[in-house]
């Protein structure tokens, strides 16, 4: 089924319509809310919020962008939105975090499960992982888009709502900033 015709059979209602959107898009929508909340069950939270709001606004969907980009923006503020709110009940006393014994504060970072990443390079995802959370908003997301998502930086430009240029000032900031708390972290002393 053509984009068109799928936009005009969901904006009728068509619940077949509807399960094809979910089905051809699922994983990818998925895929980008976990590597942004990194948390398997909140991206499925995330994805299945992300299909209702798009079936509920389909009627605003304008069509200068493509289908998919609509939906990587709608998971994108979803996905942040979660970490917003995260970040708020922290502030407010709901902290997660545990000392050592030391006082050094050490980051409980939860079982990490992307489906792209083989066992053996478990370990090294989770540091990565833990280094793109600690990421600004925008470098994070661009990074998850071109990185994992293999979007080109013209997809992210439209997803962020922001110009190509933008999207290569920020991966490269990106860049500079993870190979810094990378080697951060390479160079403290073994407990």
């Known amino acids: 089924m053509q984009e068109q015709e799928l936009?005009?059979?969901?904006?009728?209602?068509?619940?077949?319509a509807f399960k094809i959107l979910v089905e051809t898009n699922q994983d990818r929508v998925y895929n980008t809310a976990l590597s942004i909340v990194q948390n398997a069950e909140d991206a499925e939270d995330v994805a299945q919020e992300v299909?209702?709001?798009?079936?509920?606004?389909?009627?605003?969907?304008?069509?200068?962008?493509?289908?998919?980009t609509w939906l990587y923006r709608i998971a994108t503020t979803r996905s942040l939105d979660l970490l917003r709110s995260r970040k708020s009940k922290k502030r407010f006393g709901f902290l997660q975090r545990l000392f050592t014994d030391?006082?050094?504060?050490?980051?409980?970072?939860?079982?990490?499960?992307?489906?792209?990443i083989a066992l053996e390079h478990k370990e090294n995802a989770a540091k990565?992982?833990?280094?793109?959370?600690?990421?600004?908003e925008n470098q994070k997301i661009a990074f998850t888009l071109h990185k994992m998502e293999d979007l080109s930086y013209q997809e992210i430009s439209d997803v962020l709502g922001t110009t190509v240029p933008a999207v290569e000032s920020l991966m490269h900031r990106a860049k500079v900033n993870l190979r810094n708390i990378l080697e951060k972290e390479d160079a403290k002393p073994l407990s």
Not at 104 to 110: G, I, V
Not at 128 to 136: E, H, T, V, Y
């Open 128 to 136: 990565l992982f833990k280094a793109i959370a600690k990421l600004p």
């Open 51 to 68: 299909f209702i709001q798009a079936f509920r606004s389909i009627h605003s969907f304008k069509g200068e962008a493509k289908l998919t």
């Open 102 to 116: 030391d006082g050094d504060l050490q980051y409980d970072l939860p079982d990490f499960n992307h489906p792209g």
């Open 7 to 16: 936009i005009q059979q969901l904006r009728q209602g068509n619940e077949s």
